[in-house]
Each structure stands twice: as C-alpha cells, then as structure tokens.
C-alpha cells in the first residue's frame, strides 16, 4: 500500500489550547492543570473517576476523532482496527504518588482502582476496551517525537494487514511540581483517524488530507536529513523537498540546533518552536496542520538525544466539511 493511499478522515482534540484543531493557540505556553478539561462533559458522569488525566483525555479525543471520521467503526471487525499512542508524561505524576505511598506507607496502601495503571501502555488499553481495538495497540514513548512516530508505526501496520483502520495520537498530563521540566508541562491529547482512501470513498466521507513520517537519530552527517526528505517527497505528490516550508519544535539543545541547519542548507525554511515537555506539541502543530487547507508543509521535532522526526502533512486545498455538516450517508 502507498503510504498516502491511507488518509485522515477524523480529528479530535482536547486541550487547554482549544478543541478545535482548525483554531488551535499554539503560540506560547498553555496552563498544565486540570481547569479547563469537563470530564462529565466529554464522557459522562459514571465510570471514569478512577482513569488518570492523561487516559481521560485520550478518551475524550478519541470520541471526538470517532465522531468526526462519521461512525468509521461500524463496518471494521474489532480484530482490524489498530491504535498507536506516543507519550512521554501521561503517568508521570501518577507514577511519583505511586512512590511516595510505597516510601511512606507501604505497597499495601496503594489504591485497587489506580494500581493497574502503572504501566504506560493502559492508557491506550483504556481506549481499546471502549472502541473494540482488538487488532494491535502500541504505545511509544521517544522523548518528544513519540507522537509523529504513531503515524509512521500505523502505517505500517495497516500496510502489512495488522489493521484495516488505525487510530494515532498524543497524550500528556502535567509532570509533578518538584519535577525539573514542570513549567513546560503539556496537557491534553490529540488522535487522528486514519483509514484507506478507498474505504473513506466507499462510506462517503471526505478525508482531510495525508500526512507521513521519517524518522532517524541525527548525526552530523547532512546525508541524514537529506535522505529522510527524500523518503517523504517520494511519491507523494508533493513539490519538491527543498520548496516545503517547516516548523521545527525543539529547545536549543544540539541535535536541534544541528537538525535546523542542516533544513536549512537543503533550502527548508524552519520556523523554530520552543518545545514543551513531551510529544503534544508537535502533534497539535500536524493536526492543525491538517485541519486548515494549504499547501504541502513540514512539521519537524527533535530531542535532546538526537532523535528526530520529519512529518509531511498535506492538507487538502479547501476546507472539509465537518461530520456535523456532511449529508447524511
């Protein structure tokens, strides 16, 4: 399968930056507490009490992206939809309450309903009992790219058959207050839903666009990101690697430093971003991306240990209607 025959159809975002991705506030710092999220709003009033902030939103963006794609699960068996999930702080603070109870009360003191979540990969497990992903379910967890790699490891498994459809996204919660990287905390979460441009044709829905990935760990070498623009542009009925613009997300730690000259030198204008502390971020900047018609552009990250990541995203060139406002099917 050619990586742009799978589209994005649906979009869901919640976040103290706003939920509609077409209008996202992604200039400047957003607060990092729980104030803005309305949980019994997004999910109801029963059943969610115990689901940690960052589960709770992933939750929440996953309906929306449901909900906008136009019921798209209807027709998939639960053994062929797939999700991907990047984050790097969705249980942070939960893990760190964790190890205060343990230190001054004893294992046995942990609570039953918030235990099971200690480990990174429930958060997506949460979303997979409620929507019947049955086919695969991967979290990731690269330092700020995690979240651009979902779209990279999703399509390839829908390429190999793993899934017919694929949900991707982000998902962070704030770091504890005594944590060093507190005051850039990120809070919210983001999904995409993507499925074969035939499939979106047979039900009727307008997609929005495409968007795929490279990913490498940055050396000095030039040839690096060079080859990765290549991968993108290949194929993909894009102009030329050296004509497309990109917003680079990184703080100015070497590899991002390295990463903007080297876009530069190849003739991409990189427009730098301060990062926050995890993968929300960039993937807020792909989903608005998306979500506004344009041109083809780039949207780059990169870490502070030399892993990078290079998403191509190709917005169709006026705007798609949204689910509410598409013709009955």
């Known amino acids: 399968m050619n990586p742009d025959d799978l589209v994005v159809t649906g979009i869901g975002v919640v976040s103290p930056r706003g939920c509609d991705p077409a209008a996202l506030d992604l200039d400047g710092t957003a607060p990092a ?110 330092p700020r790219t995690a979240g651009m790699e979902t779209l990279l490891a999703g399509a390839r498994a829908v390429a190999a058959g793993r899934s017919a459809v694929l949900l991707a996204g982000s998902t962070e919660a704030p770091l504890p207050v005594h944590h060093p ?80 000259g080297h876009l530069r030198r190849l003739g991409v204008p990189a427009d730098i971003v301060p990062p926050g502390a995890g993968t929300l971020l960039p993937f807020l900047h792909l989903t608005r991306g998306l979500a506004r018609p344009g041109p083809p552009h780039l949207v780059a990250a990169a870490s502070s240990d030399g892993a990078c990541a290079l998403t191509l995203v190709q917005p169709l060139p006026t705007p798609r209607p949204r689910a509410s406002e598409q013709e009955p099917r």
């Open 181 to 260: 990287g507190h005051a850039l905390s990120e809070a919210g979460a983001a999904v995409l839903f993507l499925e074969p441009r035939a499939a979106a044709a047979a039900r009727g829905a307008t997609p929005y666009g495409t968007c795929r990935t490279a990913t490498f760990f940055l050396t000095t070498a030039e040839r690096t990101v060079h080859e990765a623009l290549a991968r993108l542009v290949e194929d993909a009925g894009a102009p030329d690697g050296t004509t497309l613009p990109a917003r680079l997300i990184c703080d100015p730690c070497p590899a991002g430093t390295a990463l903007a």
């Open 33 to 142: 507490d729980d104030s803005w999220f309305d949980a019994t709003a997004e999910l109801g009033a029963r059943g969610y009490k115990y689901v940690p902030p960052a589960g709770r939103y992933l939750l929440a963006a996953t309906r929306r992206a449901v909900a906008d794609a136009g019921d798209p699960l209807a027709g998939v068996p639960e053994g062929e939809r797939g999700m991907a999930l990047g984050t790097n702080s969705g249980i942070a603070a939960l893990i760190d309450a964790m190890d205060a109870t343990i230190t001054d009360a004893g294992a046995e003191r942990l609570s039953p309903a918030t235990a099971p979540y200690f480990s990174i990969n429930t958060l997506a497990g949460r979303v997979a009992m409620d929507h019947g992903v049955k086919g695969w379910n991967l979290t990731l967890t690269s």
